[in-house]
């Protein structure tokens, strides 16, 4: 069986000939597996018999970064697009249940599919555009089957991370969900320890990509029954999940939504299980605090909700809420005629309160700020007149709303 080669690029074929004139070279991995469905290409993987040595000497630009299991990043001459080569590879047992105890350098594709992990990602193209296809990978696309190589017991028990990569791999995009094989099923049921000889960096990178997916819903559900995420996040309440929107920071947070804790214990939490990082952090936390609170479609409160949040923070929580009536709304509210910043400074302020610089200054000068943005007022003297509003000089100060949302 031939396979289309129309979308590889002129540098990749570069690549590709380069390492054929010294050795062996075949186009492995998730390019091959697209093809076949006409999905879009991800990045080129090659797998070849010449050693990491050999490789680095006809791209001197390479980046080794696994060169001891035979990876080499290859650069061209000029440009920084890169492309992973790898050794073909014969492994031994795997101690840590995550790399390999030894790595032996061998020169039969064959062998090198083997030892891959499910039969869509075991294909290979040679160099006159031949699949290579030993374990009915290509039958198991178009059936929508996910299977392992070999017995999946064993495929899972030599590394923990194939769990998750399983339940990447049940995404086929626009054709649905890939449905796993009894095997497999029972596999992970009975591996699930596995997962703690995985590091956490390598989990959470995994789950965030499951979670970016679009058919995430249904693949997160099946991570439940099949006791993966009591594993990952065995100290979240991870009950009751409800439907999944918006990016995978987004959905991350509504699947932790029903956790009784706030929104910095869920997020510490969150940060030991999947190391996240202090961005993610903050964007769950302020989604968990708020779970119960969604945007009104009060144009005061809207234009608040819009000059006090980042842009990403106003698309995750309407996400998270399925708020798409108040996104609809907020599509339809003109710009401020002043813009977000405040028109009144602490200077001019206390020109005219006669105020000492202090908080209570700042307070008010929040407060002036608030209402400028709720009423979309223009210019300093529509401002200054809503002092004629507060008791500034006798009311408790702390007490005034400043420009935050909620």
């Known amino acids: 069986m031939e396979v289309d080669l129309g979308q590889l690029s002129s540098e990749d074929f570069t690549v590709l000939e380069r390492l054929r004139r010294v050795g062996r070279a075949w186009i492995v991995g998730g390019w091959v597996r697209d093809a076949l469905i006409a999905s879009p290409r991800t990045d080129l993987d090659i797998a070849t018999d010449l050693t990491p040595g050999e490789v680095k000497k006809i791209f001197p630009r390479s980046i080794a970064v696994g060169e001891e299991f035979g990876t080499i990043m290859v650069r061209l001459d000029t440009g920084e697009q890169t492309w992973e080569v ?138 439940d029954s099949l006791g993966v995420l009591n594993v990952i996040l065995s100290d979240i309440d991870t009950s009751r999940i409800q439907k999944i929107s918006g990016d995978e920071i987004t959905a991350l947070a509504k699947i932790c939504s029903n956790d009784s804790r706030s929104g910095g214990e869920i997020s510490a939490s969150l940060r030991k299980s999947l190391k996240l990082s202090k961005d993610q952090m903050r964007l769950i936390t302020f989604l968990h605090d708020n779970n119960s609170i969604i945007p009104s479609t009060d144009l005061a409160e809207l234009r608040r909700f819009r000059a006090a949040l980042p842009v990403n923070f106003q698309s995750a929580i309407l996400h998270y809420h399925n708020a798409e009536n108040i996104r609809s709304t907020l599509s339809d509210i003109p710009k401020l005629k002043a813009g977000n910043s405040p028109i009144i400074d602490g200077n001019r302020l206390a020109k005219v309160t006669g105020l000492e610089p202090s908080r209570k200054l700042g307070r008010l000068k929040g407060w002036l700020h608030r209402k400028q943005i709720e009423l979309d007022l223009a210019d300093e003297s529509e401002v200054l007149a809503q002092l004629e509003n507060i008791d500034w000089k006798k009311d408790d100060f702390e007490s005034w709303p400043i420009l935050i949302w909620p």
């Open 86 to 223: 790898t050794t073909l590879r014969s492994e031994g047992s795997y101690g840590d249940g995550r790399r390999p105890d030894n790595v032996a350098f061998g020169d039969s594709i064959e062998g090198d599919l083997s030892r891959r992990d499910f039969t869509i990602n075991a294909m290979a193209i040679d160099s006159e555009g031949n699949l290579i296809d030993l374990f009915n990978g290509a039958a198991d696309l178009d059936a929508g089957i996910l299977r392992t190589v070999g017995n999946a017991s064993d495929r899972l028990g030599e590394d923990g991370l194939r769990i998750m990569r399983a339940f990447r791999f049940l995404d086929a995009e626009k054709h649905g969900t890939r449905q796993m094989n009894s095997e497999l099923t029972d596999a992970i049921s009975s591996n699930l320890k596995m997962l703690d000889m995985v590091s956490r960096e390598r989990i959470g990178s995994e789950l965030l990509q499951i979670l970016s997916k679009p058919n995430r819903d249904e693949i997160v559900s099946i991570m």
